[in-house]
């Protein structure tokens, strides 16, 4: 069974960066399409970033220009640099990846602990 194992989080002021890993036992990554999630408190998972085995990504509106997703295939390494963090982005950041033509809302993938992310002041 894949395990994913993500990596990076902290406590961080608002306008700090952080950058989180995610490592996977398996070689799943190349032929998939990765996201990184996000879950608060009281709200539901959210998809973040994604990025396709050819390197396109897509990002939520909430962190286009302050989020990078990318991913080293070879490594099965997917990363995420977080600039100009703000309080709103506190919350606990998974990983996971999904057949190309799939569905991002319900990957196929178990999902793994998760880092906390926390933005405050």
């Known amino acids: 069974q894949v395990q994913l194992v993500e990596s990076g989080g902290g406590l961080v002021q608002p306008g700090g960066s952080l950058r989180l890993s995610c490592a996977a036992s398996?070689?799943?990554?190349?032929?998939?399409?990765m996201g990184w999630y996000r879950q608060a408190p009281g709200k539901q998972r959210e998809l973040v970033a994604s990025?396709?085995?050819?390197?396109?990504?897509t990002y939520a509106d909430s962190v286009k220009g302050r989020f990078t997703i990318s991913r080293d295939n070879a490594k099965n390494t997917v990363y995420l640099q977080m600039n100009s963090l703000k309080p709103e982005d506190t919350a606990v950041y998974y990983c996971?990846?999904?057949?190309?033509?799939?569905?991002?809302?319900?990957?196929?993938?178990?999902w793994g602990q998760g880092t906390q992310v926390t933005v405050s002041s």
């Open positions: 990025i396709t085995a050819s390197g396109s990504t």
């Open positions: 398996g070689t799943i990554f190349s032929p998939f399409v």
């Open positions: 996971n990846g999904y057949p190309p033509h799939s569905s991002w809302k319900d990957p196929p993938l178990n």
